[in-house]
């Protein structure tokens, strides 16, 4: 081939590759928008959609999820799938935005809902998808001491559905709370007397959340819900450093149930209270249901629940099994902590069902489990 052959080849594949590209795949997906039911010229921005496979029995964030994309200003929004097919679309978890889930192109349950096909390279243009507000209620009332009457503040106020806690609330100078944004249903409600010298309970007196009386929420109403607490006991010591005697503080105290037989942290459902040790290392635990005796955890600095750190129960005890009892009301129940980070320490904690053993030497932490 000669030179002027070899030229006008490469123009030819120059100009080919330049003016004549590959006609890039288009998208496969779909595209709609979501709008308020009540005005459905009014788009929602900032809400997310979602695809799922048609095949998965009960499409879930864990099973079954394609993609999704978030609704822009004016509620439009564009998905793309991997394959052509046929899938479900859903607006879901809206909780927190004060519209009720909305699976396409029905409203709930998601049994209902249809299956959309779609082909290689189609977009499809899907009808709206209308959201109603959620008829929220509420729940509120005004915590009261059981001794004179007088208003309770910074109480914490806690509404629990059956996945967790669904509202929160303070207290505020004359006892008052009040909990937005429930969906209709029943709750167990908890009012945790942390920062007072009263009792925390469950409504109404009880302990435990498995003795707590339902409250129920229905749409767009409040459920008054009143608590008087009771005045609590105290546990009260100071924290120590065991070789130099020196006072821990911001050491951090907890206090269980006599029952406890696992952790002892605010996990715990037979918890009942925690302090912070103060400058000179005392403390004092307060608000305790009285009579009753208790198993109370010491640990250096607030390092308690990841095992590592300085850690015992009273009295000098390592695990909560041992641990000696406390009266409510005792004074004097006092810890002292091993400072040298040279010597062996091992802690105890109830892991998984694992007993696992943290052993510091030299300043480095290792655990074994079994």
């Known amino acids: 081939m000669t030179t002027k052959h070899t030229v006008a080849c490469f123009l030819l594949f120059f100009f080919s590759?330049?003016?004549?590209?590959?006609?890039?795949?288009?998208?496969?997906?779909?595209?709609?928008?979501?709008?308020?039911?009540?005005?459905?010229?009014?788009?929602?921005?900032?809400?997310?959609?979602?695809?799922?496979?048609?095949?998965?029995?009960?499409?879930?964030?864990?099973?079954?999820?394609?993609?999704?994309?978030?609704t822009d200003s004016n509620g439009n929004y564009t998905i793309n799938v991997p394959t052509p097919g046929s899938y479900k679309i859903a607006s879901l978890h809206l909780a927190n935005t004060g519209y009720l889930?909305?699976?396409?192109?029905?409203?709930?349950?998601?049994?209902?809902?249809?299956?959309?096909?779609?082909?290689?390279?189609?977009?499809v243009q899907l009808q709206d998808i209308a959201l109603t507000p959620a008829e929220n209620g509420s729940i509120s009332g005004v915590v009261t001491?059981?001794?004179?009457?007088?208003?309770?503040?910074?109480?914490?106020?806690?509404?629990?559905?059956?996945?967790?806690?669904?509202?929160?609330?303070?207290?505020?100078s004359d006892g008052t709370y009040k909990i937005t944004?429930?969906?209709?249903?029943?709750?167990?409600?908890y009012f945790g007397a942390f920062y007072t010298p009263y009792t925390s309970e469950w409504y109404d007196d009880k302990l435990a959340q498995n003795e707590?009386?339902?409250?129920?929420?229905?749409?767009?109403?409040?459920?008054?819900?009143n608590a008087q607490l009771a005045l609590g006991g105290t546990i009260s010591g100071k924290v120590t450093y065991k070789e130099t005697g020196a006072a821990i503080a911001g050491a951090w105290v907890d206090v269980c149930d006599d029952s406890t037989i696992t952790v002892?942290?605010?996990?715990?459902?037979?918890?009942?209270?925690?302090?912070?040790?103060?400058?000179?290392?005392?403390?004092?635990?307060?608000?305790?249901p009285s009579p009753g005796t208790y198993k109370v955890h010491f640990h250096e600095k607030n390092t308690s629940y990841s095992g590592v750190g300085i850690s015992e129960f009273y009295n000098d005890k390592?695990?909560?099994?041992?641990?000696?009892?406390?009266?409510?009301?005792?004074?004097?129940?006092?810890?002292?902590l091993q400072d040298n980070p040279n010597l062996t320490q091992v802690y105890e904690v109830l892991l998984r069902k694992k007993t696992c053993h943290y052993v510091a030497i030299n300043g480095k932490t290792v655990s074994v489990c079994q």
């Open 145 to 172: 001491s059981a001794v004179d009457n007088s208003n309770i503040a910074n109480v914490i106020v806690y509404a629990y559905d059956s996945t967790g806690v669904a509202g929160v609330a303070t207290t505020v």
């Open 101 to 123: 889930d909305n699976w396409y192109d029905k409203d709930i349950p998601l049994g209902t809902a249809d299956c959309v096909p779609v082909s290689n390279e189609q977009i």
């Open 318 to 336: 390592r695990n909560i099994s041992s641990a000696d009892s406390v009266s409510v009301n005792s004074t004097n129940i006092d810890a002292a």
């Open 212 to 225: 707590a009386n339902p409250v129920p929420v229905v749409a767009l109403a409040d459920t008054p819900t």
């Open 17 to 70: 590759i330049s003016f004549f590209p590959v006609t890039a795949q288009s998208a496969t997906g779909f595209t709609g928008r979501v709008v308020e039911a009540s005005s459905p010229t009014t788009g929602i921005a900032n809400l997310w959609v979602d695809v799922f496979d048609c095949t998965s029995p009960n499409p879930s964030y864990t099973n079954g999820w394609i993609a999704g994309d978030s």
């Open 181 to 189: 944004g429930l969906l209709p249903g029943n709750y167990t409600v």
């Open 264 to 288: 002892c942290n605010s996990s715990s459902p037979t918890w009942r209270g925690f302090a912070i040790t103060d400058a000179d290392g005392v403390y004092t635990v307060q608000g305790l």
